[in-house]
């Protein structure tokens, strides 16, 4: 037995089909027939076209990203003109300018009846305790320490004729450093018993009782 002949038998042993019938010679021509006119068919492949146009169209997106996103900056940056920091609101400060309030005193009246409080409440727009703080030409000028009766002020200045005032209680005069209760009517101010120094007997109880 040659090695041809085993090989042969080999084949037939591993043979799946080797115990089917075999086939009719007029069906293996024909399927001999079939298999040498058959065409192969080709797989189908996308166009050359669509496969040059894949970058195109990624370049296209990536375009259109970049333009959206720099559209975006354009219109959320801050402007130049915009503070960078919040800007406070007007506050109020010590170099404000002070309220001040402008009397005149006069001159020495011909005659007075005794003050009351009832009086000095009728008749006083405004009453206010202050010290003087500065006597210039006739002008002197209190720091307000309380307003009485009125329109708040920090300042007061009285334009006095000399330097004294008979009806005035205390001293009879403005003297700086010293502690005085004014009250005045239509600009013009009160003597007569109504203004003086702070210290002067009953005129403290007589400007508490009217005000």
């Given at each position: 037995?040659?090695?041809?002949?085993?090989?042969?038998?080999?084949?037939?042993?591993?043979?799946?089909?080797?115990?089917?019938?075999?086939?009719?010679?007029?069906?293996?021509?024909?399927?001999?027939?079939?298999?040498?006119?058959?065409?192969?068919?080709?797989?189908?492949?996308?166009?050359?076209?669509t496969?040059?146009?894949?970058?195109?169209?990624?370049?296209?997106?990536a375009a259109l990203v970049l333009i959206a996103a720099v559209g975006g900056w354009l219109l959320l940056r801050p402007q130049d003109n915009q503070p960078t920091t919040p800007v406070a609101g007007p506050a109020t400060s010590a170099a404000t300018a002070s309220?001040?309030?402008?009397?005149?005193?006069?001159?020495?009246?011909?005659?007075?009846?005794?003050?009351?409080?009832?009086?000095?409440k009728s008749s006083a727009d405004f009453a206010f305790a202050g010290t003087v703080t500065a006597i210039d030409a006739g002008t002197v000028t209190l720091k307000v320490?309380?307003?009485?009766?009125?329109?708040?002020?920090?300042?007061?200045?009285?334009?006095?004729?000399g330097d004294a005032s008979e009806t005035m209680l205390g001293s009879g005069k403005f003297e700086t450093g010293k502690d005085y209760?004014?009250?005045?009517?239509?600009?013009?101010?009160?003597?007569?018993?109504?203004?003086?120094e702070a210290a002067s007997p009953g005129l403290a109880q007589m400007y508490d009782a009217a005000f």
């Open positions: 037995m040659t090695d041809d002949d085993d090989l042969r038998s080999r084949l037939r042993r591993a043979d799946p089909a080797a115990e089917m019938a075999p086939l009719a010679p007029d069906r293996i021509a024909h399927l001999v027939e079939n298999t040498m006119t058959t065409t192969p068919t080709a797989t189908p492949s996308r166009p050359a076209t496969r040059r146009n894949t970058p195109l169209l990624t370049l296209a997106a309220t001040v309030t402008d009397i005149t005193a006069p001159g020495i009246a011909a005659k007075c009846v005794e003050p009351s409080a009832d009086q000095l320490t309380k307003v009485y009766h009125g329109a708040a002020s920090d300042q007061v200045r009285v334009a006095q004729t209760l004014v009250s005045s009517s239509k600009g013009r101010m009160l003597i007569c018993g109504y203004s003086g």
